[in-house]
């Protein structure tokens, strides 16, 4: 069956960095765009980056770009979200999706707080 586990969070100080990974399996993962989300408190879903099944392209939400990078490794069946320059305002759980299957894993936390 299908299984998506985030992980990489934790409490981070402003300005500092965080690197996500979700481990990806029962699915063939090279052939999927690859997503991450984030869920902040009273918030909904948003979608925060994507890459291609190549990793040829990437695309991002307007709030990360210049300060979050996704990248994928088809022969680990991962997905990572490298963040830069964090801000209390990106403290949420953050997941991985693959498009296309209705599947969440747990997500992973990430605070952002002095």
């Known amino acids: 069956q299908v299984q998506l586990v985030e992980s990489g969070g934790g409490l981070v100080q402003p300005g500092g960095s965080l690197r996500l990974s979700c481990a990806a399996s029962?699915?063939?993962?090279?052939?999927?765009?690859m997503s991450w989300y984030r869920q902040a408190p009273g918030k909904e879903r948003e979608l925060v980056a994507s890459?291609?099944?190549?990793?040829?392209?990437?695309n991002y939400a307007d709030f990360v770009k210049g300060r979050f990078t996704i990248s994928r490794d088809n022969a680990k069946n991962t997905v990572y979200l490298q963040m830069n320059s964090l801000k209390p305002e990106d403290t949420a759980v953050y997941y991985c999706?693959?498009?296309?299957?209705?599947?969440w894993g747990q997500g992973t936390q990430v605070t952002v707080s002095s």
């Open positions: 999706k693959s498009a296309g299957i209705v599947y």
């Open positions: 029962g699915f063939p993962f090279s052939s999927y765009i």
């Open positions: 890459i291609s099944q190549t990793g040829g392209n990437t």
